[in-house]
């Protein structure tokens, strides 16, 4: 029976309640690892987010969390497993890369097709590696990115391949498309929105990991309704793909929180109207520390941090609702689609 992958051992679909399918429970720069002002304290960073976890679910009954930090932003396998036995929240770890523009170790830069997909397949059946070390901490699912990374550089350069995706980042893709045909594990994308302005990002990623054999019903494309068109949006459904609906309360690349979140709030009506209900699935892509400590104005890009958990379930939820998106469309947003993507 398809099960999904905790950081604390399988569970049962029917037990994942509420979920958020991309947050960060630590999130920093590459090379972090290194720095003396990024050493924590992994217990006591576990219970402060444990602490805000643990309010979230017993309040808004938020019960599962995929925290989708990959290996060279801030992954702590153990930091993942420390948090979730001092919560009654279920935490799902992450395999994966950022784009090439800010993330991909120079070591994983250097292996092919082959050895990439071993690497994610490692990560899911045996447990994460971190620190040079090995943990018997599982992965749920891989995330795979492609795009200029940090958003300041606007479009990705046209390839010569003919996609806004390069050729490192292909590589990553197919890899991944590979593991998810053996394992049958999701996959969670991080799209550029500036690239929809002259593609389609989601496309792009789904042509390539259906090449090699993935099912794009376990593939979730992330950021798409940041910069929406809904033409673009019905595409990425209308083959079999999910939809992600992140950065809500969050004004990432818009003027406001406010602005994008209404923005959002009327295209998924109209996806929902086209017959696509049961292809998006709900999360903030929140920061809860930075490696170096709170979140701050000493990291002004990082201030993901600042959406409250409540902001889903008291602004956006009745923002949904003035365009007709009912409890019923809430539930199966929030706990039908991602328990049925998680499971493998």
Request: net charge negative; hydrophobic share 40%.
């Amino acid at each position: 029976m398809p099960t999904i992958h905790t950081v604390l051992g399988d569970i049962d679909p029917a037990q994942a309640g509420i979920t958020l399918t991309h947050e960060h429970i630590v999130y920093a720069n590459p090379g972090c690892e290194f720095d003396h002002q990024t050493v924590y304290d992994v217990e006591e960073v576990a219970s402060e987010v444990g602490e805000l976890l643990n309010g979230a679910l017993g309040t808004y009954g938020i019960q599962t969390m995929v925290d989708l930090t990959p290996i060279e932003v801030g992954r702590n396998p153990l930091l993942l497993k420390a948090t979730a036995e001092k919560t009654g929240v279920h935490i799902i770890g992450t395999t994966g890369f950022f784009p090439e523009r800010i993330g991909i170790p120079y070591h994983f830069r250097k292996q092919d097709i082959g050895y990439l997909k071993d690497f994610f397949i490692r990560d899911l059946t045996e447990g994460m590696a971190s620190a040079n070390q090995r943990t018997s901490v599982r992965a749920g699912i891989i995330k795979v990115a492609t795009g200029s990374g940090d958003g300041h550089e606007g479009m990705t350069p046209l390839q010569p391949s003919g996609l806004r995706v390069t050729a490192l980042e292909e590589r990553i893709v197919r890899a991944a498309g590979r593991a998810q045909a053996e394992t049958g594990c999701p996959i969670n994308t991080h799209t550029e929105p500036a690239d929809y302005a002259v593609t389609n990002p989601g496309i792009e990623q789904l042509d390539l990991l259906e090449a090699e054999g993935a099912d794009p019903a376990k593939i979730l494309i992330g950021h798409a309704l940041v910069k929406p068109d809904i033409e673009q949006l019905s595409e990425i459904c209308r083959r079999g793909a999910n939809l992600q609906i992140d950065h809500i309360g969050i004004p990432w690349r818009n003027t406001s929180a406010e602005q994008l979140d209404d923005l959002m709030a009327r295209h998924i009506a109209e996806l929902a109207d086209r017959g696509y209900l049961e292809q998006m699935t709900f999360s903030y892509d929140r920061f809860f520390r930075h490696a170096r400590g709170p979140v701050d104005e000493l990291e002004p890009d990082m201030l993901n941090e600042r959406v409250d958990l409540d902001h889903l379930f008291e602004s956006f939820v009745p923002r949904l609702a003035k365009y007709g998106f009912d409890d019923a469309a809430v539930r199966q947003v929030l706990v039908v689609n991602p328990a049925k993507y998680l499971a493998f």
